[in-house]
């Protein structure tokens, strides 16, 4: 995968013309932005200076930025754009000097919750021996144990996003 190509382009516009410059990028942005490779396109003023921009550009490959350049729509702006401008622009490749960390992959935790086996265990225990030395209380137990462990399965299956609710 190509690195992506990354631009600050400095602009100076004649004195008083700096809306022009607003004006040229309101019209070209929305053509440029839907060309192949554009992930950003986006026009800044310099602050208390009227007439200074900063375009930041970023592009998914060198061939995306040189299509571009060599677009239509670009070689025939590029005269009304020297019409308000101070002089040429500088281009300025910038480079990530601590890049980001890749996103991490989502976690696909398809096992059971551990404790399932262990409560599965136990509950037939404690049913067993219910039966034997309580035998009128089994039910009562069974529904209590049955309803506990529904209760802290339907917990962990939450958790894990295999069901709709809160992780």
Not at 21 to 27: I, R
Not at 77 to 105: D, K, Q, Y
Not at 118 to 124: A, F, K, P, V
Not at 161 to 167: F, H, I, K, S, V
Request: glycine letters at 6%.
């Amino acid at each position: 995968m190509p690195t992506p190509i990354k631009l600050a382009i400095l602009i100076d516009t004649l004195p008083g013309r700096g809306e022009e410059q607003v004006q040229a990028f309101a019209s070209l942005a929305p053509r440029i932005r839907a060309e192949k490779g554009c992930l950003a396109y986006q026009l800044h003023r310099v602050p208390g200076q009227d007439d200074r921009f900063v375009l930041t550009e970023s592009w998914a490959s060198a061939a995306d930025l040189a299509a571009h350049d060599a677009s239509e729509h670009m070689q025939d702006a590029a005269p009304w754009l020297a019409s308000f401008r101070a002089g040429p622009v500088t281009v300025l490749p910038l480079e990530e000097v601590h890049p980001a960390p890749p996103p991490a992959a989502p976690k696909s935790d398809n096992s059971l919750p551990p404790f399932m086996a262990s409560s599965i265990l136990i509950g037939t225990a404690l049913a067993t021996l219910a039966q034997h030395y309580w035998p009128l209380g089994t039910s009562l137990l069974a529904s209590v144990g049955g309803m506990l462990l529904m209760q802290r399965w339907l917990q962990a299956c939450q958790q894990r996003g295999w069901l709709p609710g809160r992780r």
